[in-house]
């Protein structure tokens, strides 16, 4: 059984493992492994990780067990659109797949931000199985874009937005 709560310093080292092992096991078949390292060491060093859970305006949270961190969510306010929350981050370990914990994760994310009336998520483009989570989730697609996740990526993405009502 998992609990979803706020992410601490505490938490960094199972979030970067965390993350490791489901960047590889998501998308080494689209990109490559050394690609995917690559994108790991640059997105979700400590470092990175510790200022996301610090961000104001943000939240990081996860799923734990007690035992393990299962899941993971970041999301923090869209500087660009006014009113629109930024789903950053949304990833639960292989092995835990398919017991509700991504779900549990969202539903949390989408009461953190009262003011937000849109959130948002880029979903790299070969990634159907998350396309298709957040279409179940209510999300639909709104645009497309050619870099993911970093400039000069060549990595396509597709941009999903649900509406939020409180």
């Known amino acids: 059984m998992y609990f979803v709560r706020t992410a601490s310093e505490r938490d960094v080292g199972q979030v970067r493992t965390l993350l490791d092992e489901t960047?590889?096991?998501?998308?080494?078949?689209?990109?490559?492994?050394?690609?995917?390292?690559?994108?790991?060491?640059?997105?979700?060093?400590?470092?990175?990780?510790?200022?996301?859970?610090g961000k104001p305006g943000a939240e990081f949270l996860v799923a734990d067990s007690g035992r393990e961190i299962g899941g993971l969510g970041y999301?923090?306010?869209?500087?660009?659109?006014?009113?629109?929350?930024?789903?950053?981050?949304?990833?639960?370990?292989?092995?835990?797949?398919?017991?509700?914990?991504?779900?549990d994760i969202f539903a949390e994310l989408e009461t953190c931000f009262p003011e937000a009336e849109i959130m948002r998520v880029e979903v790299a483009l070969p990634n159907v199985r998350?396309?298709?989570?957040?279409?179940?989730?209510g999300f639909s697609e709104v645009d497309r874009m050619e870099?993911?996740?970093?400039?000069?990526?060549?990595?396509?993405?597709?941009?999903?937005?649900?509406r939020l009502e409180f």
Request: aromatic letters at 12%; one cysteine or more; proline letters at 6%.
């Open 23 to 53: 960047f590889h096991v998501t998308y080494d078949p689209f990109y490559g492994a050394d690609r995917v390292r690559q994108m790991v060491d640059g997105w979700h060093s400590a470092n990175a990780i510790r200022a996301r859970i």
């Open 130 to 137: 998350a396309m298709s989570f957040y279409e179940r989730l």
């Open 147 to 162: 870099e993911w996740g970093a400039p000069n990526s060549g990595l396509p993405a597709i941009i999903m937005e649900k």
């Open 75 to 103: 999301a923090a306010m869209y500087p660009k659109m006014a009113k629109t929350v930024m789903l950053h981050q949304l990833y639960v370990r292989p092995s835990c797949q398919n017991e509700g914990i991504g779900r």
